[in-house]
T-cell receptor
Framework: DSGVTQTPKHLITATGQRVTLRCSPR?????VYWYQQSLDQGLQFLIQ???????AKGNILERFSAQQFPDLHSELNLSSLELGDSALYFCASSVAGEKLFFGSGTQLSVL | DQQVKQNSPSLSVQEGRISILNCDYTNSMFDYFLWYKKYPAEGPTFLISISSIKDKNEDGRFTVFLNKSAKHLSLHIVPSQPGDSAVYFC?????????????FGKGTKLSVKP
């Protein structure tokens, strides 16, 4: 158990819909990272937050957004969903950024 | 643009033998590398790391070797066990150093047969 909690584990929705993925980092970790894993692209970095502030942005689509709340949990919002957004979405957290601890992921299926 | 490459999608070895997983990188700024292991339905878990000031780091059955001139690293597992069957990812901090968001290879699926 990494200590990082992601909910829900599975999400099935339709094209055009909007979903929210939630992540609770390990106790004491200030950084939260979101990654997308699709079959052909491996683990792709989306966005990082540090203590409530956006720290780095990767290959995140404009239809996607994230935030980190004062209690340090984070949410990833995906809107106007397309079939190609179907993937496994991971959240990770760290203290100093040297090692990332990953949650077990949210499997998103867009039908 | 893949800066961290794992060219073997899969590897199959016999229990008790050595498993060697390879990783190449293109960015000379990278000076810290990590290996993660991932089981189905779980998130990646940290396995072992190496700094560029070393050419080898060992932790039990796992050893990582770094060849800076060739921009190549490898993970050796000796002896391999069926429980080692998983996907292994090589990673490096995107902007160099030892911190920050990681860029991952696409992974190598290791199967250890009893």
């Amino acid at each position: 158990d990494s200590g990082v909690t992601q909910t829900p584990k599975h999400l099935i929705t339709a094209t055009g819909q909007r979903v929210t993925l939630r992540c609770s980092p390990r106790s004491g970790d200030l950084s939260v990272y979101w990654y997308q894993q699709s079959l052909d692209q491996g683990l792709q970095f989306l966005i990082q937050y540090y203590n409530g502030e956006e720290r780095a942005k990767g290959n995140i689509l404009e239809r996607f957004s994230a935030q980190q709340f004062p209690d340090l949990h984070s949410e990833l919002n995906l809107s106007s969903l397309e079939l190609g957004d179907s993937a496994l979405y991971f959240c990770a957290s760290s203290v100093a950024g040297e090692k990332l601890f990953f949650g077990s992921g949210t499997q998103l299926s867009v039908l | 643009d893949q800066q961290v490459k794992q060219n073997s999608p899969s590897l199959s070895v016999q229990e008790g033998r050595i498993s060697i997983l390879n990783c190449d990188y293109t960015n000379s700024m990278f000076d810290y590398f990590l290996w993660y292991k991932k089981y189905p339905a779980e998130g990646p878990t940290f396995l072992i790391s190496i700094s560029s000031i070393k050419d080898k780091n060992e932790d039990g059955r796992f050893t990582v070797f770094l060849n800076k001139s060739a921009k190549h690293l490898s993970l050796h597992i000796v002896p391999s066990q069926p429980g080692d069957s998983a996907v292994y990812f090589c990673a490096a901090p995107r902007y160099g150093g030892s911190q920050g968001n990681l860029i991952f290879g696409k992974g190598t699926k290791l199967s250890v047969k009893p």
